[in-house]
């Protein structure tokens, strides 16, 4: 397992077809999470509409993360499992459960996050991990876009480590 | 983060309109006051968003709550050429009706 980079807070990781990122739970990593989330979609055939929102659910979450709970850090991963692209981002305590979810009156102007992931992502499943919360999101390509990656078969959750280390 | 670029500008482009180009996310902070100083009888305030590269629901957080303040003040708050990614998270919180967005001049 070789660390590709640790630059703007950002520790990233690539190992068997997956892409791994632990940042502190701060804003100013945001970006940066973004930028390597579409790099990583880039280099392996991801289409244009597929990163867009691969990118926006990543920034979503992450942003979860921040706002709503006492984790110091981010952890990402995200790796390809054939025509899907699997997104898992911990640690994401204080998630509502997806059954039942509406939108928020509009004289609040936050809650939207989940929506928004739940909008543009195939499947959003919530797993409770003895160290945490991980969301794990699936977003297919469209039939004859993907480009299976033998080797991208994503993990159980249960091998997603939750850095709670700080 | 050292160095932290900036993510968002917000150049005055006439009376009461406003450019934004660059993210707009948990990071990123609009100048409410000053985009909500009445110094024209323009009834308007428009924000071009054509140069936004991208937008989360924290993005949409702001331009909720300058619309807000925006419609306590008597104006009305007005998107203009909202990029791709602008217009996707409008249609996907279902906002794409409350805000009054104007293509491209």
């Known amino acids: ?166 | 983060m050292p160095d932290d670029p900036v993510r968002l500008s917000v150049t005055r482009n006439g009376p009461r309109s406003f450019e934004l180009i660059g993210e707009l996310d948990a990071h990123s902070s609009l100048p409410l006051d000053e985009l909500l100083a009445p110094e024209s009888a323009t009834q308007h305030i428009t924000l071009d968003m054509a140069k936004v590269e991208f937008m989360d629901s924290s993005g949409l957080r702001m331009l909720l709550e300058l619309r807000t303040r925006a419609t306590e003040a008597g104006t009305q708050l007005v998107l203009r050429a909202p990029s791709r990614q602008v217009a996707r998270v409008l249609q996907v919180s279902g906002l794409d009706d409350v805000f009054q967005v104007v293509p491209t001049q």
């Open chain 1, 1 to 166: 397992m070789a660390i590709v980079s640790s630059s703007d807070d950002v520790r990233v990781v690539e190992h068997a077809g997956q892409l791994s990122l632990t940042a502190p739970a701060a804003s100013g990593v945001l970006s940066p999470i973004r930028r390597w989330v579409r790099g990583f979609m880039h280099d392996r055939g991801g289409s244009p509409e597929a990163i867009d929102d691969v990118e926006l659910a990543a920034s979503e979450l992450a942003t979860n993360v921040i706002r709503h709970t006492a984790s110091p850090s981010i952890s990402l991963r995200l790796g390809r499992a054939g025509d899907a692209w699997v997104l898992d981002v911990a640690d994401a305590e204080g998630v509502p459960p997806l059954d039942g979810i509406s939108p928020p009156p509009l004289s609040d102007p936050t809650g939207r996050g989940l929506i928004v992931v739940t909008s543009i992502m195939d499947e959003v499943r919530v797993v409770e991990l003895a160290g945490g919360i991980v969301v794990r999101c699936v977003r297919r390509e469209p039939s004859g876009v993907a480009e299976g990656v033998g080797d991208a078969a994503i993990n159980a959750p249960s091998t997603f480590g939750v850095d709670r280390s700080g």
